[in-house]
């Protein structure tokens, strides 16, 4: 064994005689040993120095140490057969092979190193932040830390672990307080004119939260500004939620008055019709006399702010016809506005379409007098010739005159129908009956006011 041992030694002399080592072997030369010392090259022969017999190369390990067994004992330390262990500083960690054994090569038989343990970087921390006492270096130990208005919920710290893992988990950071929100004050509106609502503007609730100062993620309930409110108080509420729906809510009340005139009484002898709910402030009451009677004085009335009505109450008077005219002209401007005309012409008082004409007229008259319609009669032909206006007389020229104008003849019966503005709108040239009369009145010649009384008198006449 020995003679082998001394055979193999003077084989790879030569070889031995350079220094050279293993690249990327991971090993290292211990710095004040060489190779040569354990073979002495003296001239021509090698020799064995038994005093510190070498073989492989002494191991060293960065970061870590080594345990060798020499089958020769302690003082054969490379010796072939020798066999070590491989330990590691603590922060470093073993690649490579545990242990190792000095082969008949001269070489160890495996690489192995120690490299430093190392975690990896721990991510960004959402609503916080973190600090390490050693970076990602074993033993490091990082602390997290929440922003204002969150509450750290986990392991508060973490540390690096020899197996390079972080202990525990990522901590996380709640939103723990609800947001702040703040409702604007008390408001009060007086309904707008002619109703009996208004829409109340307002500021939207001003909210913040502590935690979302970044981005304001809350989510805001409440009706919308603008909205219409009626009479009365109204409890407005907001709620915030924030991102973890904490919530927190305000109010605020919106009162809506009405603002009332006192009720207007219709006039003797006519009547009143109003706009919105007849007295609220805004409201407009119109006054309209009874037929056969005008109105003197105002013909609307508003109700304004200060709870009062504009103008003053007007009277339905009797209308007094002035036939004592010499223009057709200035007969007419009394019923202008005021007055429809019925103009029955007819040959003479006998003629028969004539008596029954006014037969009918005279069951109708309620119904006449409540569609503002005055009769004239235009009987008979020059030279006995019958103009009336109820009891008053016409002038033969004024009757000349008027069937001149409204293209009425005097030789047969016919009638025309007359608006307020003194337009011709309807002919007949047989007796009319109420039946057809009244719808034609009704649908085409009455004003809103008008049918609105004619709806509330309907069954006046009966
Ligand atoms: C806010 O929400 C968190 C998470 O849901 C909860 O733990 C906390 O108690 C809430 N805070 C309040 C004041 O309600
Ligand atoms: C209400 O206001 C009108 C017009 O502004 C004024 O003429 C009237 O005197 C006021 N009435 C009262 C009771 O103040």
């Not at 829409?199 to 001003?206: C, K, L």
């Not at 500004?225 to 924030?242: N, Q, T």
């Not at 020229?397 to 005097?410: A, T």
Request: glycine share 8%; proline share 5%.
């Amino acid at each position: 064994m020995r003679r082998l041992i001394v055979l193999l030694t003077l084989s790879v002399g030569v070889a031995v005689g350079y220094r050279y080592g293993y690249e990327g072997s991971g090993y290292s030369y211990a710095g004040s040993y060489d190779v040569d010392h354990s073979v002495q090259y003296t001239g021509r022969s090698y020799y064995i120095d038994y005093k510190e017999p070498r073989w492989c190369y002494p191991l060293r390990i960065d970061n870590g140490n080594v345990k060798c067994h020499s089958p020769r004992g302690p003082n054969y330390r490379s010796m072939f057969g020798t066999r070590c262990r491989i330990f590691c500083d603590r922060g470093y960690r073993l690649i490579g092979r545990r242990q190792v054994e000095c082969t008949l090569t001269r070489c160890w038989s495996g690489i192995s190193r120690c490299k430093e343990v190392r975690c990896h970087t721990l991510p960004a921390f959402p609503y916080g932040s973190y600090v390490c006492s050693k970076g990602i270096r074993m033993d490091s130990q990082c602390e997290y830390i929440c922003e204002q208005g969150y509450q750290l919920e986990g392991d508060r710290t973490r540390m690096c672990l020899e197996n390079g893992q972080w202990s525990g988990s990522e901590p996380l950071c709640v939103d723990y307080e609800p947001p702040r929100i703040k409702c604007p004050g008390p408001r009060e509106k007086v309904a707008e004119p002619g109703r009996l609502t208004t829409r109340v503007y307002w500021d939207s609730p001003r909210v913040k939260d502590v935690a979302d100062k970044h981005s304001a993620k809350f989510v805001l309930k409440g009706p919308p500004p603008g909205s219409e409110f009626g009479k009365g108080e109204h409890i407005i509420r907001y709620v915030a939620y924030d991102r973890e729906r904490n919530k927190s809510s305000c109010k605020f009340t919106v009162t809506v008055y009405v603002r009332r005139c006192p009720l207007l009484k219709p006039p003797v002898h006519g009547y009143i019709t109003c706009t919105s709910a007849g007295n609220n402030y805004g409201a407009t009451c119109t006054y309209t006399c009874e037929g056969g009677y005008e109105r003197q004085g105002t013909y609307k009335r508003v109700c304004l702010f200060n709870r009062s009505w504009s103008g003053t109450t007007p009277s339905c008077v009797l209308i007094e016809i002035n036939v004592d005219v010499n223009s057709v002209a200035a007969l007419l401007d009394q019923f202008y506005e005021m007055q429809r005309l019925l103009i029955i012409s007819s040959p003479s008082a006998s003629d028969r379409y004539y008596s029954l004409q006014i037969n009918t007229l005279q069951e109708a008259a309620c119904g006449l007098e409540l569609r503002q319609v005055t009769i004239v009669e235009l009987v008979g032909n020059p030279p006995r010739v019958i103009g009336r206006i109820k009891e008053q007389q016409l002038s033969s020229e004024i009757v000349d005159q008027l069937r001149q104008i409204y293209y009425l003849s005097r030789m047969h019966f016919n009638v025309v129908l007359i608006d307020k503005y003194g337009t011709d709108r309807e002919r007949y040239i047989q007796p009319v009956t109420s039946s057809e009369l009244f719808p034609f009145i009704d649908n085409y010649l009455l004003q809103t006011e008008e049918r609105a009384i004619l709806q509330l008198k309907e069954n006046f006449c009966n």
